[in-house]
């Protein structure tokens, strides 16, 4: 090894210590860093990246159906964010308040947005005043702040993250209820075609509901060390807000009515959940659309024979550079080996390697990050050859995931084999249950999971509910969850 | 009128009453709308898809010269912020504080990023090490925070604004100096290529450089009021914040050397600028490339032929959709009259008007919003016809502004010249200057005038100072600014 080649590896094994290896694949691969502000992380180019992909993914299905973007101010008077009660009381204990400016006490202190229906609702009751203003659906790409006292950790938990908030109105509560599975579907598209991640889609229980809402739908992951986590979230909001805001608005029939209104974020933490569920020991494992480098090209150089290597290296890095995103690592002074293992860290799908006998050949070794798999691929079907690579990894990147998953859900009909199953297994355990919020909150108590969601594709089931007895109204999930 | 037809339209004239004219064609248009908070607006859809696209294509550039997205954390903690002397007294008195969070008191103030030199920076110390780690460029497209207590106006003075903050660090000051004319021509292409806007490109006075810079370059608009407002920016900063935040790195050599670092920006104030420059009395002249709907086609109903009209405006809509923006108006109970009003207002490029006589002759009555020129175009070429109309519209708008430009600058020679030229036209008096602050704020007590610039392209001058009579430096500009 050469004095410049001081990249510090991953120690920690995924499947030893899940904790230690996700900050260490993060931190070490470049993808992200800690800030010096606590529970605040700095996004390296990598993470960015992935994150605008994901951006314009959603974004681009959003205008399909009529959902158009805005931004609001970060701040919001704090006569505002005490309109709706609930909403407050579930918001409060986290805001950040800004209470000086310059060396000027405000009359008023200022909350950073933990979360926006205050501020743009008050908007809204100004602009809704009649049927023709509805459906309002608009959008905002922005950062919220929640000051958490759990123990942060990057994506997952962090003070600051990056969001989209869809909130729409509508006049009818029916016109509301059907944009729920759009909005689902877009979001399990987007999280399927994108980050290579499968989930569970149901509803929320009355407890884990959103402060302010009438009914709320998740879609659900299991993380390598079988605890859930919520990802994507979708609000069934009624006229809570609409009453509290005086969102108005004059029907056909020249009635005045309430509005029905519904929110909707997808957020950073599926970054964490996709470096969490795709990583290995080696390192972050990206999916190929998101991957900011998806090809690297490491040429492998004999003693005299560098210029050889380097007109070879430069005619497959331009044939392939207008379709791929590549990158060709001619570092000196670091060794072939050096750069697999750093590039295999960072994630990138497919690393070309170029020798002497691949010259010979007419040839290029590719190798796949998530099976190790070499090809040895001709020159003139080298761009086929990226091409089914890439997409042949999201596939299976995919499934593996999604077979995982699988494997972390177990169904139990009586107490004891829930309480069995959780300790043998972890993971969700799909448990029949009465709906009373009573028994989902002592089975939280005896055994630590909550209700992750109820799953809208319900298998037919009957038996009781397992802590009660009494007959049961779903088959909800059970799980420890982040 | 119907009892429909309830838009207000534009009172003010822009030539009369520029301020009050330009809030109207803002607010009235449905571009911005003003928030609960003071000095803090909303961005509408048109607004915030032109800023997406304004972003999109700075990003393409940067892409291009190697400069990468990260995201750094919105908060700074104060003992960061004030490690760089000048910046920290150039950014103090704006600077929001969070003091609490939930019901507890911090134990250190963090402030919201009014820029994120010292967040970014403590980074970088970290990060770089070697010449192998140099260059580093980084940018940031985010959210910035600047409690100002001058009088508020939208995009132009707000508190909240969004913007890109571009942070690259060098080893040596020739490279760090050579990116000054790449960012520079990258902010101007993009502002002539998609705001339709002229600038004049020039170097700060030591008066008016960035908090903590060596030197800072400007792109300067002049507005319709004849007042001056700066564009996008960038600033060499030395090694002034690589010294504050030890930002050092091992040469080849194997000597310690502290990096030189530029920084660089354009925000959401070229929004007003844009819309300053190119409305008129009847409302916003929106860019066609910015423009959230490119072509509005609006049907001209007669008794009976609904079905007939609308198949005809289906057809042409369907013909035009895959290559721009472009939506039907087909809203009930209202005039075509009050919808031709309403979208004028938008600043929409170009109006489609489909009647009885436009289908008799298989054709369409297209009109330019900036111009207001009919052009009757065949259903055949009507691609065609928009697409040539939109590009024309661009060079029209841009040239325009360029003339108007112009118009505002003129030489004064004497310092009897400058106060009669500026008296009389306003605008930007280009004049001789020996370079000394001094004689800038002498002239600035007494004109209410600062230097806008000094013009990278000085022309050739002789001359003595306006103010002390003394051999010139420079011929600067000087202007009221807003």
Redesign the interface.
Known sequence: MSE?EQVTYIEAKKSENFSEWYQQALVRSGFI?Y???SG??????P???A??EIMRAVDSEFRKVGI??????????ER?LEKEKEHLKGF????????????TKLEE??A?RPTSET?MY??YS??IRSW?DLPLK?NQW??V?R?EFKHPTPFIRTR?F?WNEGHSVFATEEEASTERDVILNIYNSVLKDYLALPGIVGMKSDNEKFAGAVASYSIEHVMPDGWAIQGPDFHNDGQNFSKAFEIKFLDKDNNTKYAYQNTFAITTRELGVMAATHGDDKGLVIPPKLAYIQVIIVPIYKKDNHDKVNAYVKKVYDSLKSKFRVKIDD?EGYSPGFKFNEWELKGVPIRIEIGERDIAADSATCVRRDTGEKMSSKIDSIEMTISEGLENMHINMYQKALKFLESKIHKASTYEEFKKLLKENGGIIAAPWCGSGECELKIKEENGTKITNIPLQQEEHGGECVYCGKKSEYTANFAKSY
């Open positions: 410049n860093d800030s010096d502000v605040m992380i700095v996004f390296l180019p993470a960015y990246f994150w605008q158009e973007d805005t931004y609001f101010p970060m701040l919001i008077p505002l409060i204990p986290e805001v950040a308040w800004v209470t000086e400016t310059g060396n202190k200022l950073i501020i008050k908007s100004k602009w023709r608009y922005n950062n702040l000051w600051e990056l570092r």
